[in-house]
């Protein structure tokens, strides 16, 4: 994993995929896929909306901190298998044969077989609503894999790959962020 | 447009795609083009993030109801010229060529020539984050289009739009809502 410019990190987020998400602090680290996700501002901030069913909800509440993991389609079955069981009773990483690195800024986690990788502080928890606020404090990225290509939930068991580019640079050029 | 079961209208917003919003209340009724989405609810409710640079935020404060919209790839050209532009200077129904339809729960107008529409109400409006939290009362849907791939901002000013359809409903079947 190399390091990525936090400035672009939000360009993982605001396509809308599913995530994973690495917590620490139980018996082992844990992970979730998540896909109720937003970004909030370029710095990058982010939102995630997730509840007490999932068993990486107590850890995000004790250690306000995490890791947004990008996975690719390559990854699918893996990444929505891994939301089909719980860390309750399972350690995913050994069961998932995912390799967890360890993170510059936080305890939870980098997963290696994923795109992209980013550490995040929680800076707020929304209780009524089940929104996380995460401040993110470094961004990694594998660039020599193939797969690029990152998928989408549609809800209903189904899932949408990345398809084809569309620029639209110049019509956004004076909306777009400084660097991006 | 036709009737669409509200129980599914959240498979729209989930997959994180780019989306219009429009609303009414001012001198004509406004569009705005958004992609900091999330779903909070399978109910449906949703979350979007917007500020005071966006004209139709005032709306959205004031009126508390607006319609989600939801355009496919064949209209990004427009879609992204809607979010380059100020509801404050332009009609951009007139200026779009987009036919506003009356809606069933809310003044907002719905668009003809989306793929989708989502009759919501503010519910709730988190100030310090931008954001608004939106409860679906209706949604239609316009099933003779061809065109029904949506499509998503990466953030740099380009775009992805969906590819291929995997389907995981077997690892998934325990947890999808009922009926869909």
Redesign the interface.
Known sequence: MKPFPLN?A??FL????VILVSTAGGEYPNIMTL??????DFSPRF???TGPWNYSCQALIKHRECVIAIPT?DM??TV??I??CSGAEVNKFEKFKLTPLKAEFVNAPLIKECYANIECRVT?Y?KN???F?LDAEAAWIDEKRKEK?L??????????????????????????PEG?
Chains 1, 2 share one sequence.
């Open positions: 672009k939000f360009t605001e396509p809308g995929p896909s109720w996700t937003m970004v909030l939102a995630f909306m389609v699918s079955k929505v298998s939301g089909a707020d929304i609503h089940g929104i606020v290509r998928f989408h939930a549609i809800g209903d068991g189904r899932f949408i790959a990345d398809g084809e580019k569309i620029s639209h640079r110049k019509i956004m050029a004076a909306k777009l991006v």
